[in-house]
């Protein structure tokens, strides 16, 4: 069984046995978790969306995004751990809250969900120092079609469709432009042919030439 069947199964079995009380709703803007909660349980994405955020006085930084079927919580194993990010939605959404112990007792027989789960941490810096990297050396148009290639660079954005659930002024605070802006630069791919869009979805038809805009020196 691949890790995508496994994660398949493993959510179909937490629907299952889960308790009414372990389902959490939250509506849209509500925070999931604030910067520097302890955290000891971990979160599983029933349906809707959430955004991962490093704040530092005024400023925030989205580093991603968490879909369905996405982990977030207790990471590598750790009881008690001191989350450097805040979590918040994006749309209402539906979460399955399970404890260290009986977590646990489920990832025993789902060893590839066990590997993410404590692959976690690193996954996030991972993305963190990605942003930084777009924020500090890409032009404006460059941030836009970044935001695009990360997309169809992860598989449960794309796969989620969480174009659907995003406005524009949130993809816009992603990019670290203004609202213009990155309406201007997406009718610029559009008119290139590098992608074909809406406000349900987006697609990528030259994925080279989007690529070679990311990294084409300013």
């Known amino acids: 069984m691949n890790t995508i069947q496994q994660k398949e199964s493993f959510l179909n079995i937490c629907k299952d046995v ?3 009380e372990q389902w959490e709703r939250f509506n849209s803007g509500d925070l999931m978790v604030h ?13 809707g ?21 996405s982990f977030t ?13 805040s979590i918040k939605t994006v749309a209402d959404s539906e979460v399955y809250v399970w404890d260290r112990n009986k977590i646990s007792e489920l990832l025993t027989v789902f060893p590839g969900i066990a590997n993410e789960l404590k692959s976690t941490s690193s ?7 990605d942003r930084l990297k777009t924020f500090a050396f890409l032009a404006d148009y460059q941030r836009v079609a970044c935001w695009v290639f990360d997309y169809f660079k992860y598989n449960d954005y794309y796969g989620n469709n969480i174009w ?10 992603y990019c670290l432009v203004g609202i213009d802006e990155f309406k201007n630069s997406m009718k ?9 869009y809406s406000h349900l979805n987006c ?10 805009i990311i990294q084409a020196e300013n």
């Open 18 to 20: 889960a308790k009414p």
């Open 35 to 47: 910067a520097g909660d302890y955290l000891s349980k971990v979160y599983i994405i029933k349906s």
């Open 49 to 69: 969306l959430f955004k991962v955020c490093l704040e530092h006085r005024e400023q925030k930084l989205t580093i991603g995004y968490l879909s369905t079927g």
């Open 73 to 85: 919580g207790l990471i590598g194993g750790e009881s008690n751990f001191q989350y450097p990010y």
């Open 123 to 129: 996954l996030w810096a991972m993305k963190l120092v």
């Open 164 to 173: 659907s659930l995003l406005s524009e002024k949130e993809m816009a605070e």
């Open 188 to 196: 610029q791919l559009a008119l290139s042919n590098i992608i074909r």
């Open 203 to 212: 697609e990528l038809l030259d994925a080279k030439r989007l690529k070679f």
